[in-house]
């Protein structure tokens, strides 16, 4: 069925450092990509999105590639700062269902 | 718009109570998601609506559970007995065209004692 797996946290950077966390999905068809992110205590806000192969998604410094070919997602950050620790969740929406579905979640914890 | 309104932000009950979520979807938007968000289980989906008809409701745990859609402005989750295992984050999100985006609201914060 359909399914994302992403990367086990937490994950420990120091504050400039480069960010990636994984994310691969498996679905029947091409599924729209999207990446969430949680702050304590808070509800999820969209990060970024792509809907079809090979867009780059981005916002914040953040970039994902949707990677038809692998059936990946990965998360990317060029230099991280403090204000980035937070849960993120990689969510393939199914084009045949239009369910949305969550990876388990990457906490990222950034110290000065 | 306001973005999606859920209430009550906070409850506690007794186990054995009936509880009753309620989620304000944003105007226009066709689909309507349930999440339940624990520390084991992370992020499940319980079920999803469109143009106020479920469609699949195979993430709901067991017949406890139950959603309705009356229209398309509201939405609840109830759960009738609750138990304490049923402790958790309820998040519900709602969404315009098939492959867009879903936008969160803050959740309601389940207590069950």
């Known amino acids: 069925g359909d399914s994302v797996t992403q990367m086990e946290g937490p994950v420990t950077l120091s504050e400039e450092a480069f960010l990636t966390i994984n994310c691969t999905y498996t679905a029947t068809g091409y599924p729209s990509l999207f990446w969430y992110v949680q702050y304590p205590g808070e509800g999820l806000q969209l990060l970024l999105k792509?809907?079809?192969?090979?867009d780059k998604g981005s916002n914040k410094g953040f970039e994902a590639t949707y990677r038809k070919e692998t059936t990946s997602f990965h998360l990317e950050k060029g230099s991280v700062q403090v204000s980035d620790s937070a849960v993120y969740f990689c969510?393939?929406?199914?084009?045949?269902?239009?369910?949305?579905?969550f990876g388990s979640g990457t906490r990222l914890l950034v110290r000065p | 718009d306001a973005g999606v309104i859920q209430s009550p932000r906070h409850e506690v009950t007794e186990m054995g109570q009936e509880v009753t979520l309620r989620c304000k979807p944003i105007?226009?938007?066709?689909?309507l998601f349930w999440y339940r968000q624990t520390m084991m289980r992370g992020l499940e989906l319980l079920i999803y609506f469109n143009n106020n008809v479920p469609i699949d409701d195979s993430g709901m745990p067991e017949d406890r559970f139950s959603a309705k859609m009356p229209n398309a402005s509201f939405s609840t989750l109830k759960i009738q007995p609750s138990e304490p295992r049923d402790s958790a984050v309820y998040f519900c999100?709602?969404?315009?065209?098939?492959?867009?985006?879903?936008?969160f609201g803050q959740g309601t914060r389940l207590t069950v004692v």
């Open positions: 999100a709602s969404s315009g065209r098939s492959n867009t985006e879903a936008f």
């Open positions: 105007s226009g938007h066709d689909y």
């Open positions: 969510a393939p929406r199914m084009d045949s269902s239009y369910k949305l579905i």
């Open positions: 792509a809907t079809k192969a090979d």
